[in-house]
Structure formats: C-alpha cells, structure tokens
C-alpha cells in the first residue's frame, strides 16, 4: 500500500510563511510527478505547483513568486514554500503524486487528506 500524508497547515496572518511537507510511504518503486492542489469553499480544487522527478517545476499564475516547490527524492517527500500568504490562499491543500508501487507495473495517482491553511487579514 501506497499513502500520502501532508503536514504544515495552520492559521498566519496575510504576510506570513508557512511550508507545507507531504511524504509518500509504503511499497513504492518510483515517483514522477508531485503536485499540490488546493480547494476553498465554494470553489474547484485547482493546481497550485507542481514538481517533475528531474526538478522541472511550474506555477499557478496567482501563486507565481511567492510559492516555491521543492521536492527529496531520497525522503519521497515534497514540499511548499508559501511566502506573502494572502486571504485568498486560504483553502484545505492536497498532495497528489504519480507513484509506482513494488507490485504495479505501472504509475498510479494517489492523493493525501488534505491540509488546512487559512490567511487571516
């Protein structure tokens, strides 16, 4: 069995950092891809980063230069930076990854619980 588990949610004031951590456990092969959606109230569970096994990151616009990904390949981890944290970050964030269990022969997408962050003003 694969999982994935988030860490790093919380309550800050619009301004403030936090850094949100998922690490990938079980019976895994391999990991490609590693991404982190967000979903508010009301809303579509969007993308927010994501994270290629090479390194290669790209960005939702609205978090462009304020959020950074990163990722350790050797603690199956990813994380995300979250720097000048607005009202409108606020939403519970997930972690998704393409991972390859020891008794797949193929890549599954697998999804943690789920993290809150909310931004007060």
């Known amino acids: 069995q694969v999982q994935l588990v988030e860490s790093g949610g919380g309550l800050v004031q619009a301004g403030g950092s936090l850094r949100l951590s998922c690490a990938a456990s079980?019976?895994?092969?391999?990991?490609?891809?590693m991404r982190w959606y967000r979903q508010a109230p009301g809303k579509q569970r969007e993308l927010v980063a994501a994270?290629?096994?090479?390194?290669?990151?790209n960005y939702a616009d609205s978090v462009k230069g304020r959020f950074t990904i990163s990722r350790d390949n050797a603690k199956n981890t990813v994380y995300l930076q979250m720097n000048n944290l607005k009202p409108e970050d606020t939403a519970v964030y997930y972690c998704?990854?393409?991972?390859?269990?020891?008794?797949?022969?193929?890549?599954?997408?697998?999804w943690g619980q789920g993290t809150q962050v909310t931004v007060s003003s």
């Open positions: 079980g019976t895994i092969f391999s990991i490609n891809d």
């Open positions: 994270i290629s096994s090479a390194g290669s990151t």
């Open positions: 998704n990854a393409d991972i390859r269990s020891i008794m797949d022969s193929y890549h599954n997408d697998y």
